[in-house]
Structure formats: C-alpha cells, structure tokens
C-alpha cells in the first residue's frame, strides 16, 4: 500500500527535488521512505517542503540517476522505520506489564507498598489500594466521620472539634458530609 500517490510529478536527471504539478499534498511522506516513479528503481526520500512556487516539492536523499520524467504518476512507499518504532513501543508496553503483573494484583489485593518496575530499571515505590482505604477509614474514625473539605490556612489551624483549640491538622470539617 502506498504512502502517498501524486498523479502528475516531475524530475530531472541529476536533480534530487521532485516537483508535484497535481496538487497533491504529501503530508504522511517521511525520510526514509521511497519515490517510485514509473518502472524506475525506488530513491530514497529525505524531505518534503514547498517551493517559492508554492508547489509541494519531494527532495531525494540522492540526486536522480534515470532519464527526466514529466508529469508522471509516482508513488511513495513507506518503509519499516514507523513500524519498527511502533513494534519497539508495543514491546516495551508489553514488557512493563510483564514486569508489574504482580505488583499490580499486590496493588489490589495486599496492604502496605508495592515496586513497580520502570523501563528505564529504576522502581517506583506506591501505597496499596488496600493501604490508602485503611488510611483513609482510620482518618475518617479519626474525626468522626466528617470528611475533609476544605484546606485550612497554616498560620492559623484550628481543632474541628473544639475551633478556639490549636491543631496542626491540614483540614477544616463540614458536617454536611456525613459517612457512615
């Protein structure tokens, strides 16, 4: 399957810029990809860009070596360098689940922290699910059940319980939100 199909292009020997006289934009060509115009082998692409023409302009790695060719229909063969990124991407995406499947079921399952293993071999350390639920029941038994809303200000922290009393809490309470 072709990248990109242009119906009318136009090249000289000895030149390495192929000009689309048919309008066709080659916005998915690529370096690497290929040129073939005709029964020609294919050339190496290294770039598109538009002339002071304003005609969309093929340039080849190499200037072209066949005959010249006046509006003929080319097209552009992509290469392996997309999808070879593509398969090392799903690779690596692969390899980061197989590494943390069973951190991951720790993560759901366990209490405590779990490592996770990253790509480039450093871990990250994370609170289980289990463990935030835990923390989070035990500060809301802390505070009876009301559940903070709104950030106090440092400078002047007050108890939920008793406002004239001082705390170091982080949180101010609102009965509205009751759980239970």
């Known amino acids: ?6 119906s009318q292009l136009s090249i000289n020997n000895g030149k390495n810029s192929a000009v689309i006289n048919s309008d066709e934009a080659p916005e998915q060509v690529q ?32 200037p072209w070596r066949n005959s010249n060719q006046l509006n003929q229909p080319a097209i552009v063969i992509p ?14 995406a692969n390899t980061l689940i197989n590494d943390n499947m069973q951190a991951m079921q720790d ?8 490592t996770f293993s990253n790509l480039d071999g450093t871990q990250t350390a994370v609170k ?3 463990q935030m639920e835990l923390e989070f029941n035990a ?3 802390r ?16 108890d939920p319980v008793d406002p004239e009393e001082p705390t170091n809490e982080q949180f101010t309470f609102k009965d509205q939100f009751t759980w239970g």
């Open 1 to 6: 399957m072709a990248a990109f199909t242009a």
């Open 31 to 62: 370096y690497g990809d290929f040129l073939v115009v005709g029964d020609f082998a294919p050339a190496q692409i290294n770039r598109t860009y538009v002339n002071t023409d304003n005609l969309h302009v093929i340039e080849l790695v190499k």
């Open 79 to 92: 290469t392996t360098v997309n999808f070879k990124d593509t398969v090392n991407a799903l690779k690596d």
């Open 107 to 114: 993560w759901q399952t366990k209490e405590g922290q779990v």
């Open 128 to 130: 289980t699910l289990k």
């Open 139 to 141: 500060l809301l038994a």
């Open 143 to 158: 505070f009876g059940g009301n559940l903070p809303t709104d950030p106090v200000d440092p400078e002047e922290p007050t």
